[in-house]
């Protein structure tokens, strides 16, 4: 079973500032995807940006970028030019993909989550 | 333009009621999941289904049931609930098709359970 860790429960950054989120995880998969999701307080969870594996390049989404170091298992979130907005519970999670004849589902297992306060 | 829709955003029930939890989808996905999210143990799988009248357990099963009869719709279903699931229940959906792995999960926005 793949397990998902994320050590930092809380996490400060000022506003303009940029702030880096670890998670690490635990597979024997080759083929997977990461996903970043942000739940801000209206409980809405949000797909932040995502990771293919066998990708070497790094993911970007305009502020939001990725460190992927597969050999480490390590996906961590660098969010550049914090805003009030980013504030959020921040969720990393992984997903071994499901065949389309399966007859099962892709699932996400997620990590405990980081919350993230951004301040003035 | 809500797509996954979890019919009460709060709930408060009593020890030992059947308590039904419900999630609608307009996408037309096959795969419909819940969550339970605690603080400190993030989001952890209950069920899913993957087709209509298909369902699998997910990590944490025990206490609980579900329902798909339609596409649209998946129950989460608490035969007899206990204060300890006291939580935020929150359901998602996938597309078979499209690939979750390019656009994730839908999600709801959560129900949040209080058994007293």
């Known amino acids: 079973a793949q397990t998902v860790t994320q050590s930092q429960p809380e996490m400060s950054v000022q506003e303009a500032e940029t702030v880096t989120l670890s998670c690490t995880y635990d597979t024997s998969e080759n083929n997977y995807y990461l996903f970043w999701y942000k739940q801000p307080p209206s409980r809405q969870m949000i797909l932040v940006i995502r990771q293919e594996a066998y990708k070497q390049q790094n993911a970007t989404e305009n502020r939001f970028s990725v460190n992927f170091q597969k050999a480490a298992k390590s996906f961590s979130l660098k969010i550049s030019d914090s805003q009030l907005g980013d504030t959020a519970m921040y969720f990393c999670?992984?997903?071994?993909?499901?065949?389309?004849?399966?007859?099962?589902?892709?699932?996400?297992?997620f990590g405990t989550g980081t919350r993230l306060q951004v301040t003035l | 333009d809500v797509k996954v829709t979890q019919s009460s955003r709060y709930l408060v029930k009593r020890t030992g009621e059947k308590v039904f939890l419900e999630c609608v989808q307009d996408?037309?996905?096959?795969?419909m999941f819940w969550y339970r999210q605690d603080p400190g143990l993030g989001l952890r799988l209950i069920y899913f289904s993957y087709d209509v009248k298909m369902k699998e357990k997910g990590d944490i099963p025990e206490g609980y049931s579900v329902s798909r009869e339609k596409k649209e719709r998946f129950s989460l279903i608490l035969e007899s609930a206990s204060t300890n699931q006291t939580s935020m229940y929150l359901c998602?959906?996938?597309?078979?098709?499209?690939?979750?792995?390019?656009?994730?999960?839908?999600f709801g926005s959560g129900t949040r359970l209080t058994v007293v």
């Open positions: 999670a992984f997903m071994k993909p499901a065949g389309l004849n399966t007859g099962t589902a892709s699932k996400l297992t």
């Open positions: 998602a959906s996938s597309s078979r098709d499209k690939a979750p792995v390019n656009y994730g999960y839908t």
């Open positions: 996408m037309d996905h096959e795969n």
